[in-house]
């Protein structure tokens, strides 16, 4: 097969698959998980549910596709909150922020347990543990935050502190909740 039919093809098929978790997307935002079907994806989408069914088995496997997209995305910005200017404590702010305010995003449920139980979800807790503990162990060498805990426990104490953001809905009640867990690794005296 000539290289530009293949990439012509490739194209085609990554532009369906995009459009098939872009109309999952609407319909999550719309509904919630429970409201994505094959009928409504397929309508949403602009094809067929038989083509729907080439792409995908099911509407769980679609949500699978769509949640590891998500993460995706999620982690790439918590990653660019990580490097962005600022000192390390900054940074750490700004990522906790971010991941606070997701976390407050969630949507509950049986189904959203089943999507957060894949490989997918486990990849992206420990990347992004490896962030806020490299930002830790960055700030408690610059004296900013404490050095008296390890970097990676002190890690996990702010991943499950900031997953408290859950219960909360206003902003300003999550950045409140991030200034207790910074307060809490501020340097002993």
């Known amino acids: 097969m000539?290289?530009?039919?293949?990439?012509?093809?490739?194209?085609?098929?990554?532009?369906v698959r995009e459009a098939i978790l872009d109309a999952a997307?609407?319909?999550?935002?719309?509904?919630?998980?429970?409201?994505?079907?094959?009928?409504?994806?397929?309508?949403?989408?602009?094809?067929?549910?038989?083509?729907?069914?080439?792409?995908?088995s099911d509407a769980e496997a679609v949500l699978m596709a769509w949640h590891e997209r998500q993460i995706a995305a999620h982690l790439d910005?918590?990653?660019?909150?990580?490097?962005?200017?600022?000192?390390a404590a900054?940074?750490?702010?700004?990522?906790?922020?971010?991941?606070?305010?997701?976390?407050?995003?969630?949507?509950?449920?049986?189904?959203a347990a089943m999507l957060h139980?894949?490989?997918?979800?486990s990849h992206a807790e420990q990347h992004l543990a490896r962030?806020?503990?490299?930002?830790?162990?960055?700030?408690?060498?610059a004296r900013e935050l404490r050095d008296d805990v390890p970097p990676d426990e002190l890690a996990t104490y702010c991943l499950h502190a900031a997953t408290a953001a859950s219960a909360m809905a206003a902003k300003s009640a999550i950045d409140r909740l991030v200034g207790v867990i910074l307060h809490g690794l501020r340097p002993v005296p």
């Open 2 to 15: 000539p290289k530009l039919w293949t990439e012509t093809i490739d194209a085609h098929r990554h532009a």
């Open 25 to 56: 997307a609407q319909l999550i935002d719309g509904g919630g998980l429970r409201a994505v079907t094959m009928s409504q994806l397929a309508e949403r989408a602009g094809i067929g549910r038989a083509t729907l069914y080439k792409y995908f």
């Open 77 to 87: 910005l918590l990653a660019q909150a990580a490097d962005h200017p600022g000192t």
């Open 90 to 111: 900054q940074r750490l702010l700004g990522l906790l922020t971010a991941y606070a305010r997701m976390a407050g995003q969630r949507h509950g449920g049986e189904l």
């Open 117 to 121: 139980q894949g490989d997918h979800t």
């Open 131 to 141: 962030l806020i503990t490299d930002l830790i162990a960055e700030g408690a060498q």
